[in-house]
């Protein structure tokens, strides 16, 4: 499983993209390859519409896109993961991201056994 951090914007999701159909001509399944919406601003409609652009590209994207937060930086600065933020709200939002990442690797476990 590839997942592949992008914020909204044209500029970070075309690279993106490009990198993800590399690792499917190297042999990566394009269905092991997930997308995070990442650094995401307060606009709804453009987390769909960036969501529409990978989504056409072939390719999942998780539920929960991470908002841009100062509490998410800080948590990095200091060495510490996204779920170590210091407010719960955003630590809950974290969790809920690395469940799906999860939850999509144990569903593509399953469907190989």
Known sequence: MAAL???TTVADMVPQVKFAHELKARSIQGKK???VINMSLDSPAAVQEARDFIEGAGYKVVGTDLPSRQS???AQNLGRALTEATLPTLNDRAAEVAAEIVS???ALTEKKR
């Open 33 to 35: 390859i997930l997308f």
């Open 5 to 7: 951090a992008t914020s």
């Open 72 to 74: 998410y930086q800080n």
């Open 104 to 106: 999509t690797a144990s």
